[in-house]
């Protein structure tokens, strides 16, 4: 499934607040410096980056997975809101066809915030992926917009991330 089918699939967000948790610890970025036009272009939706420091990815929200990538390199996520999240992990990161990547969950699995979705050997994926800059985008704004509130080093888990107004 491409990310082009991913945006067909929108659910129309309830409203309110996203209660995303930091989904990577890492450096907390604006999505503008991604090194790849579709996501520092916001082609795929609003969001922000992350330069990880941990390899472990777990899921930001309540939900249930809507697609994990065959590269197991993204993940989108539609959470109890109504909020679509994909987490891109990486640049170039599909020629790996996996390697590199552990997944935890499949397609349609109900998921927990906190919950350990993937697991990224982050040595063997800087050696052969031209960055390791993982994207974290909303699909399904609409009209709606994303502010970025914390910025630099952070934990996996940190609340308060951003404001979807």
Known sequence: MRINDLLKMTVEPDGGECPL???MSGTVLPITEVPDAI??????????????SDGDVFSPVNGRVLHLFPAKNG???LSDEGHEILIHVGVETAALK???FLSYVKT????SSKQLLLS????TVRLRASSLMTSVVFTNLGEKA????????????????????
């Open 75 to 77: 993940i989108a996520i």
């Open 108 to 111: 349609g699995d109900v998921i």
């Open 21 to 23: 948790l930091l989904p």
């Open 98 to 100: 996996g390697e590199g």
């Open 120 to 123: 990224v050997n982050l040595e």
């Open 39 to 52: 996501f520092s272009q916001r082609l795929a939706g609003d969001g922000f980056a992350i330069e990880p």
């Open 146 to 165: 994303l502010e970025l509130k914390k910025f630099g080093a952070l934990a996996a888990g940190t609340e308060g991330v951003l404001a979807i107004k």
